[in-house]
């Protein structure tokens, strides 16, 4: 007997706000999932009855979807204790409610989730979080022509397929030939010609590796530029709803800004992001 899909939803510490619940719901109602839902309650008493808030939050928002348990937790690293819950590999999504500013981007806890969790992370930007998914768009790095990378893509292909064909979404595919951008700024480079030059290379490793999902060729999108530029903007142009990504996780570096390309990519983008790790 098949193990059933399971999300781990980490609520916000706000008890009252139900974006990432009412999130939760509709990709459980669509997977047939359970939900764990996590509540941590602030360490300085901020929110007064956290735990009964939650519950009663959670009752109200997910009305008679009943397969879910409810968690409340006090401890002083959230990540830490996510990235432990999700060790045994009972945990097929998480979805959080990411939290930015102009300045930070992303808070010290998302970027450990994205960086350490092996499971899928959903990030829910607080314009688009009820939304519907009309357009997805997903990202491939077919230059980079190595197993394992070539793996990483079609993970994140297998997933952007599954839930565009789940929820009636178009499918783009953002495809970036990496590109110097003080080259460019400087004009040093002519993008419209890199573009040209690369795409029926392009062309010939889509044919070969990816025509299987059958996706047209005119949603696959090419250009050229640094990709934390480039695919932020093609995302913005699409006004995709969800944009799905891989990242190796690398540690070399500390703090916030790892270095790695993903990351520079998230902080550009301005809508859902759903992370995916190798497996």
Not at 19 to 24: K, Y
Not at 28 to 45: H, K, Q, S, W, Y
Request: charged share 30%.
């Amino acid at each position: 007997m098949s193990r059933q899909f399971t999300i781990l939803i980490i609520a916000d510490p706000d008890p009252n706000k139900t974006r990432t619940l009412h999130q939760a719901k509709l990709a459980a109602e669509n997977l047939g999932a359970r939900l764990v839902i996590v509540g941590f309650e602030p360490a300085d008493d901020s929110v007064v009855d956290f735990g009964s808030r939650l519950a009663e939050t959670v009752a109200r928002e997910l009305g008679t979807f009943d397969d879910y348990e409810l968690a409340i937790e006090s401890c002083d690293d959230m990540a830490a204790r996510i990235v432990e819950r999700c060790a045994s590999g009972d945990i097929d999504l998480i979805i959080k409610q990411g939290h930015r500013s102009e300045s930070v981007f992303y808070s010290p806890t998302d970027w450990h989730l994205i960086r350490d969790t092996k499971a899928p992370l959903l990030l829910l930007d607080s314009g688009k979080a009820h939304r519907k998914l009309e357009t997805i768009m997903a990202t491939a790095d077919v230059e980079e022509d190595s197993p394992e990378q070539r793996a990483l893509d079609r993970k994140v292909l297998d997933y952007s397929v599954d839930i565009a064909e789940r929820f009636g979404s178009a499918l783009h595919v953002a495809v970036c030939v990496k590109t110097s951008q003080i080259l460019s700024d400087l004009d040093l480079v002519n993008l419209h010609k890199r573009e040209h030059a690369h795409a029926p290379k392009v062309r010939e490793i889509i044919a070969r590796d990816y025509q299987d999902y059958g996706i047209a060729e005119a949603n696959w999108h090419l250009h050229a530029g640094a990709p934390e530029k480039i695919l932020a903007g093609m995302a913005q142009g699409l006004e995709a709803d969800l944009v799905v990504l891989g990242t190796v996780g690398r540690k070399k570096l500390q703090g916030l800004l790892l270095g790695n390309t993903a990351e520079k990519i998230l902080r550009n983008l301005h809508t859902n992001i759903l992370v995916i790790k190798p497996d």
